[in-house]
T-cell receptor, first 118, second 112 residues
Framework: EAGVAQSPRYKIIEKRQSVAFWCNPI?????LYWYQQILGQGPKLLIQ????????DSQLPKDRFSAERLKGVDSTLKIQPAKLEDSAVYLC????????????????FGPGTRLTVL | GNSVTQMEGPVTLSEEAFLTINCTYT??????LFWYVQYPGEGLQLLLK?????DKGSNKGFEATYRKETTSFHLEKGSVQVSDSAVYFC???????????FGTGTSLTVIP
C-alpha cells in the first residue's frame, strides 16, 4: 500500500511570495489533515477535510493560508503572501474513517514539505 | 483548552536501559491518547494508542496506560535498543475527533 505523498520536499522562497504544497493521501482515506510543525515544536493542526468538505479550519490563518481538496482525493495548501514566521515543515496526514469516528483512528503521515522563508 | 505537555529532552540512554517519557494532558470530556514516533529521515508514525481510561496501549515493547486520575499517558520500555533512537510525540484527540494536539516531542538517543 502506497503511503501519503507530498511535494515538493523542500521549498525556499522570499517573504511576500506565494507557495503551494500538494498532498496525495492513501487511497480510500476519507479524512485528510494539514499540520504545521515549527522547529522544536509539535505538529499543529491547520485544517481537516472529510472527503472534499472542511470539518475544521479554526487554526488556519485564513488571511494568508488557503486549502482545498478537490474530488475528495488530492489536496493543496497555499500561502499567499508568505511571512518569515511561516518557515516550518508542513505535514499532510490521512485516516480511513469518517468524521465523528476519527478520534480513535490512526493518522498516516507523509514525509512533509520543509519551507524556508527568507 | 486542550493541551499536551511532554518532558523535555533530549534523553540519552545506554542500550538495555529502562525508558520513561512523561506525558500529561489537559482536556475536557473523553479524549483519545496517542504516542507517535519519528525515526531519523522518516515521517511520523503511530506507535500506540489508548481510547479510554485505564486502557493500555502497547507496541514494539513500548507501553503506555491512560490514567484519567492523573491525566497522564507516560511512555515506557523496559530495555531500549539503538534502533529506538527517534523523536517521540504524545498526542490527543478531543472527544469529537475534530481537533488533535501534539506535544513538543522528546528526542531519544540510545548508545551502544
Amino acid at each position: 500500500e502506497a503511503g501519503v505523498a507530498q511535494s515538493p520536499r523542500y521549498k525556499i522562497i522570499e517573504k511576500r511570495q506565494s507557495v503551494a504544497f500538494w498532498c496525495n493521501p492513501i487511497s480510500g482515506h476519507a479524512t485528510l489533515y494539514w499540520y504545521q510543525q515549527i522547529l522544536g515544536q509539535g505538529p499543529k493542526l491547520l485544517i481537516q477535510f472529510q472527503n472534499n468538505g472542511v470539518v475544521d479550519d479554526s487554526q488556519l490563518p485564513k488571511d494568508r493560508f488557503s486549502a482545498e481538496r478537490l474530488k475528495g482525493v488530492d489536496s493543496t495548501l497555499k500561502i499567499q503572501p508568505a511571512k518569515l514566521e511561516d518557515s516550518a515543515v508542513y505535514l499532510c496526514a490521512s485516516s480511513l474513517v469518517l468524521w465523528g469516528l476519527a478520534k480513535t483512528d490512526t493518522q498516516y503521515f507523509g514525509p512533509g514539505t520543509r519551507l524556508t522563508v527568507l | 483548552g486542550n493541551s499536551v505537555t511532554q518532558m523535555e529532552g533530549p534523553v540519552t540512554l545506554s542500550e538495555e536501559a529502562f525508558l520513561t517519557i512523561n506525558c500529561t494532558y489537559t482536556a475536557t470530556g473523553y479524549p483519545s491518547l496517542f504516542w507517535y514516533v519519528q525515526y531519523p529521515g522518516e515521517g511520523l508514525q503511530l506507535l500506540l494508542k489508548a481510547t479510554k481510561a485505564d486502557d493500555k496501549g502497547s507496541n514494539k515493547g513500548f507501553e503506555a496506560t491512560y490514567r484519567k486520575e492523573t491525566t497522564s499517558f507516560h511512555l515506557e520500555k523496559g530495555s531500549v535498543q539503538v534502533s529506538d533512537s527517534a523523536v517521540y510525540f504524545c498526542a490527543l484527540s478531543d472527544s469529537a475527533g475534530n481537533q488533535f494536539y501534539f506535544g513538543t516531542g522528546t528526542s531519544l538517543t540510545v548508545i551502544p
